[in-house]
């Protein structure tokens, strides 16, 4: 199972956390990625027409099978938090 959740940071409420959990509890092996942005994106609350977010959406497929994606472990996340609090 794949799901990507885009949520304004209002949102982000510990019921919110306690559904996630409730997903990952069902494998494992689930892992959690988090990206943070400082507004949301224009795409996600402009109006777009049908091609505009299908040719949105390839780019998004294209760039990850390109490998043009960041990635890193907890404690790597604990260190960039810390570094953008600093700054």
């Known amino acids: 199972m794949e799901a990507v959740l885009k949520i304004k940071s209002s949102e982000f409420t510990d019921e919110l956390i306690s559904k996630i959990r409730a997903l990952l509890s069902v494998s494992k092996d689930s ?3 988090i990206s943070i942005t400082d507004k949301a994106s224009p795409g996600i609350l402009r109006e777009e027409s049908r091609e505009e977010y299908f040719s949105r959406l390839d780019k ?3 760039d990850f099978e390109k490998g043009n994606v960041i990635s890193f472990n907890g404690d790597s996340f604990e260190q960039f938090v810390k570094h953008i609090a600093q700054e």
Do not use: G, H, K, P
């Open 31 to 33: 892992e959690v990625t």
């Open 60 to 62: 998004s497929i294209d």
